[in-house]
């Protein structure tokens, strides 16, 4: 079992940049592919992005296309989402999960970080 702690989120104009990062604990994060999700008040949870174990290759939705960019540092146990040219419609609690590779579905999730862009 792993747990997963965002953070990074905040308060950043329209065209600003935020990274945010997802710690890993009690099990490696290389065991797993992990991904990004927001929801924004009122919506679903929608996926942003995500890794595969090694981090050789990522997906990414397309409303994230050209402006985030997720990447994974193993040994420091740590997954990462550098957002750009962020957008009002951007704003979300952001949350980082982790999935086995065999699975479907992601089975753990940190307890998500605020991103406001204001325009």
């Known amino acids: 079992q792993v747990q997963l702690v965002e953070s990074g989120g905040g308060l950043v104009q329209a065209g600003g940049a935020l990274r945010l990062s997802c710690a890993a604990s009690?099990?490696?994060?290389?065991?797993?592919?992990m991904g990004w999700f927001r929801q924004a008040p009122g919506k679903e949870r929608e996926f942003v992005a995500s890794i595969t174990r090694s981090g050789r290759d990522t997906y990414s939705a397309d409303s994230g296309k050209g402006r985030f960019t997720i990447s994974r540092d193993n040994a420091k146990n740590t997954v990462y989402l550098q957002m750009n040219s962020l957008k009002p419609e951007d704003t979300a609690v952001y949350y980082c999960?982790?999935?086995?590779?065999?699975?479907?579905?992601?089975?753990?999730w940190g307890q998500g970080t605020q991103v406001t862009v204001s325009s």
């Open positions: 999960a982790a999935r086995y590779v065999t699975a479907v579905n992601y089975a753990y």
């Open positions: 009690g099990r490696t994060v290389g065991s797993y592919v």
